[in-house]
């Protein structure tokens, strides 16, 4: 059995992206080591010069002297690939060490990553986040946790100082919550945007529908949250890829559908972001298929 996890314990933390970067920086700030990893040169540079990290120059060198190794990396394949891979983590892992994977991975795909660690005696814990760029860098995502409840328990600390911490269920279950969330996160957005392209055609001013909502049981997460900071400055600079939500939405509609479940405003919404996604690339920011519906107005007349 591990014991709780406690600076200044070794951390090693792979994917150091829009999020990963400031995830890791936060255990540093904490008083945990890091042994920092990620396919960009750039990006593990450009990390490594204003947070005092290791840079093993492999992913083996990095699990070679780390009890708890995080990945933070665009999808499960991915995740998969540097845990079992050839020269992977897990070829070099020592005996009792945990794996926290908080990217948003395929629910279904992390119980079978897990099962394939747990012959090789690694626990995994699932420990997908929501909140966006500015919470992961003032600490505050909100962390949905799956996996042995004890083992959870062991790494509540480390994960608590980068947001608040939430045991979703058994492994699997953080990755399941996470899907369904932006889901729902995505849905907001679509409807309030259809909402208010309707409203503008007819003559309302976008900011006054945006307050009148706010005060009213129309608003949600995108006319209080989004609408405000992104959309109506148009600065469109969310930080999440439009990318990473077209699949956030297909891996919720991989569960939706494995347990037989209502599917249509899924399936629309993640059609939705598979069509802006096809339009302006998989590195637009998420929150510009509100000008991708302004678009096709438009485009009807
Ligand atoms: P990102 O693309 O900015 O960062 C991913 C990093 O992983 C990059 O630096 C990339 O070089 C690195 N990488 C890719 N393949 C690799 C490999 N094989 N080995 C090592 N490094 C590799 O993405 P992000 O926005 O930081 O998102 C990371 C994860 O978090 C995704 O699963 C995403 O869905 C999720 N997420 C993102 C946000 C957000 O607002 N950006 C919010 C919540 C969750």
Known sequence: MASKIAPPEKIGFIGLGNMGGPMARRLAGAGYKLAVFDASKEAAEKFAADTPCE?????????????VV???????????????????????????SILIDMSSSSPVGTRETAAELAKLGFPLIDAPVSGGVRKAIDGTLAIMAGGDAALIEDCRDLLSTMGKVFVAGGVGCGHAMKSLNNFLSASNLATAAEAVIAGQRFGLDPKVMIEILNASTGKNSATEGKYPVFILTRTFNSGFFMGLMAK???????????????????SDTKDLWEAAEEKYGFKSDSVEVVRFLEELADSDG
């Open 70 to 96: 995080v990945t933070m990396l665009p999808d499960g394949y991915i995740v998969r690939n540097v845990l079992l891979g050839e020269h992977g983590v897990a070829s070099a892992l020592a005996k009792d």
């Open 248 to 266: 956030d939405l297909r891996l919720a509609l991989e569960l939706a559908e494995s347990t037989g479940s209502p599917s249509k405003l899924l």
């Open 55 to 67: 840079t093993p120059a492999t992913l083996a060198d990095l699990a070679r002297d780390c009890r």
